[in-house]
C-alpha cells in the first residue's frame, strides 16, 4: 500500500503543475504510463495514468482530470484519458449494483481504508458469500447497525476484507490480490474442486474460489476452513453480544 501511496501522491503533486492544455495532458499521461502493459496482471486492462489523489486533504482515491479537481476550473479533462469522457463519466463497476445499498454502506462506514476498500468492493462473489454466511450464522438479514457504532465487527470485518491482500493459500499462478472485475470472460477465475470436509459450511467453498486458493494438501483445506471460521465467529459473536 505504502509504495502505492507514494506513486499516487508523486503522480498528483506533479499533475497540480501541469499547463491546462491538450499537449501537456498527453506529455504527462506518456510519462506516467509505467511498466509495459504485458507486464501486468492482466494485461487486457487498462491502467490509467490520471488516477490520483483527490479531496481537500488528498487521502481519496481519484480523477486528477475531473472538472472538480484544483486546477482543472470546472473542464471535465476526461475526455483525453484512454477510455473517453462517456465511459469515464458513465461506466460503474458491477459491484454498483450487484452489492445491496445496505452491504455497500456497511463496506463505506467500516473499511479502515482505501487500498482495503479497494481491493474489497469489487468483490461481489465474495462479499456476497461472506454475507450470506454471516446471515446463515444469524438467522436474519444482516442491517447496518450489525457493523456501524460496532467496533468488534467491523475490526473483524477488515480481517476478513484484508485477506485479499494476506490470504496465505493463493494459488501459484494467481495474478495477485486484484481482480478483474470485467464480466467479459478474459480472465475469470478457475473453479475450486476441493470441498470442505464434513462439519465445514459449503459456503466456503465459494469464498475459497473467490481468494483464488490452491490448497497442497488435506491438512491446508482444514486450517484454511479454521481461518474462516474463527473470523465468522467473532463476528457472530460481535453482532450478538
Ligand atoms: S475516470 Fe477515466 S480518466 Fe479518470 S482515473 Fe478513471 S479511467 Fe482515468
Not at 120 to 143: C, D, M, P
Not at 203 to 218: H, M, P, T, V
Amino acid at each position: 500500500m505504502e509504495k502505492l501511496e507514494m506513486l499516487l501522491t508523486q503522480r498528483t503533486v506533479s499533475f497540480a503543475s501541469v499547463p491546462r492544455t491538450e499537449d501537456e495532458i498527453f506529455a504527462f499521461k506518456r510519462k506516467n504510463n509505467g511498466p509495459h502493459r504485458l507486464s501486468r496482471p492482466f494485461p487486457g486492462f487498462h491502467h490509467c495514468p490520471f488516477l490520483g489523489l483527490i479531496g481537500g486533504l488528498k487521502k481519496r482515491v481519484g480523477c486528477l482530470l475531473h472538472p472538480s479537481v484544483p486546477g482543472n476550473n470546472g473542464v471535465d479533462y476526461r475526455s483525453l484519458s484512454w477510455y473517453g469522457e462517456q465511459a469515464c463519466r458513465n461506466y460503474f463497476c458491477p459491484s454498483t449494483h450487484k452489492i445491496s445499498s445496505v452491504f455497500k454502506l456497511i463496506l463505506i462506514q467500516s473499511i479502515d481504508n482505501w487500498y482495503t476498500f479497494g481491493l474489497i468492493v469489487t468483490e461481489y462473489a465474495l462479499l456476497t458469500a461472506y454475507f450470506k454466511e454471516i446471515e446463515s450464522r444469524l438467522g436474519r438479514q444482516v442491517v447496518v447497525s450489525d457493523y456501524v457504532n460496532n467496533i468488534k465487527a467491523a475490526n473483524a470485518l477488515n480481517e476478513f476484507a484484508k485477506l485479499k491482500a494476506n490470504w496465505p493459500y493463493r494459488r501459484d499462478d494467481c495474478p495477485g490480490p486484484c481482480n478483474f472485475f470485467f464480466e467479459n470472460g478474459l480472465y475469470s477465475r478457475p473453479d475450486f474442486f476441493h470441498t470442505p470436509p464434513g462439519g465445514w459450511p459449503t459456503s466456503y467453498k465459494e469464498i475459497f474460489r473467490e481468494l483464488d486458493s490452491e490448497f497442497s494438501s488435506e491438512k491446508d483445506l482444514v486450517e484454511g476452513c479454521r481461518l474462516l471460521d474463527n473470523l465468522f465467529v467473532k463476528t457472530q459473536r460481535a453482532i450478538e453480544s
